[in-house]
């Protein structure tokens, strides 16, 4: 992670295994938030076999978990740039509050 900040990384994405432990022994947790810190976002893999199969572990808040779904559907998600080129992604957010209209919000 120190490298990372070191070379100027926008993004840090890592894919490790391991147990669940407090905030203060957990060095990837320690490490992410001083990259965090910097303006880096950081991305880990979620572990989707500790307790259960279905169930997630990544529970620091400055860390982006990211799992993989065996979903027999696709959901769509859109985005246009300012400029108009357009692109098409996928997501799992139901998120069906307020949109967010055609108001301009920063691309991470």
């Known amino acids: 992670m120190e490298r990372a900040i070191l070379n100027g990384t926008d993004v840090l994405s890592m894919i490790l295994k391991g147990g669940s432990v407090p905030y203060y022994h957990d060095t990837i947790a320690v490490g992410a938030f001083s990259t965090m810190e910097r303006g880096i976002l950081v ?24 799992g993989a779904d065996t979903l027999d559907r696709d959901f769509p998600a859109f985005t246009t740039l300012g400029y108009g080129k357009k692109f098409t992604g996928m997501s799992l957010s139901l998120y069906s509050g307020k949109g967010m209209g055609r108001r301009f919000v920063e691309l991470v």
């Open 43 to 66: 991305s880990c893999s979620a572990e989707n076999s500790e307790p259960a199969r279905e169930s997630l572990a990544n529970v620091v808040s400055w860390v982006m978990t990211v």
